[in-house]
């Protein structure tokens, strides 16, 4: 099994539906991430979370938010999804720590591939 | 403001030859940098890393070389194998934020 679990993998949807993605982790760690990969673009910060309490926006967050619902799950909805917003999404999660010699290794899921008529 | 860049978005190199992938990079405030590989439909898989206080990080065939002065890393891969086929992405960690160039297409040639 998947350390970084992500459903759905694939889904198509039409132009106002809303949308949620989902992400859970067995790695026990606390940071968890949401990325969206577009071509030529890489991979631009939606949202991020450190723990249950303490969410953030990243570089890219507008029509999109989030919910930790527990420390292994991370979800990202899209209220109202638009064309621009199909993508690869991925869910990652991190246990750096500053000045403990961590590599600040991120964990990635399989990417969740999102498609808006 | 792209804060880390892939200049070269594919490379091709023949099998056993040196792969050498650049990295850019404008703050000087990372606390390090590290490299993933991506194959198609699956996300993205950790390399290798570097604290920003080394110059030179070696695993196996991976080296990833630091030049804090003119804000450039570069991965080599020697001897390259057709496995290593695959989009390669820098990204550079502060703060607890990681972020991503926009990612460089590797294809060995066997």
């Known amino acids: 099994d998947a350390d970084v679990t992500q459903t759905p993998r694939n889904r198509i949807t039409k132009t106002g539906k809303r949308i949620m993605l989902e992400c859970s982790q067995t790695k026990g760690h606390d940071r968890m991430y949401w990325y969206r990969q577009d071509p030529g673009l890489g991979l631009q910060l939606i949202y991020y979370s450190f723990d249950v309490k303490d969410i953030n926006k990243g570089e890219i967050s507008d029509g999109y938010s989030v919910s930790r619902q527990a420390q292994a799950k991370f979800s990202l909805s899209l209220e109202s999804a638009i064309p621009n917003q199909t993508a690869l999404y991925f869910c990652?999660?991190?246990?750096?720590?500053?000045?403990?010699?961590?590599?600040?290794?991120?964990?990635f899921g399989e990417g969740s591939r999102l498609t808006v008529l | 403001d792209q804060q880390v860049k892939q200049n070269s978005p594919s490379l091709s190199v023949q099998e056993g030859r040196i792969s050498i992938l650049n990295c850019d990079y404008t703050?000087?405030?990372?606390?390090?940098f590290l490299w993933y590989k991506k194959y198609p439909a699956e996300g993205p898989t950790f390399l290798i890393s570097?604290?920003?206080?080394?110059d030179k990080n070696e695993d196996g065939r991976f080296t990833v070389f630091l030049n804090k002065s003119a804000k450039h890393l570069s991965l080599h891969i020697v001897p390259s194998q057709p496995g290593d086929s695959a989009v390669y992405f820098c990204a550079a960690a502060g703060t607890y934020k990681y972020i991503f160039g926009t990612g460089t297409r590797l294809k060995v040639l066997a």
């Open positions: 570097i604290s920003s206080i080394k």
């Open positions: 703050n000087s405030m990372f606390d390090y």
């Open positions: 990652a999660t991190s246990d750096a720590k500053p000045g403990t010699g961590s590599t600040g290794e991120l964990f």
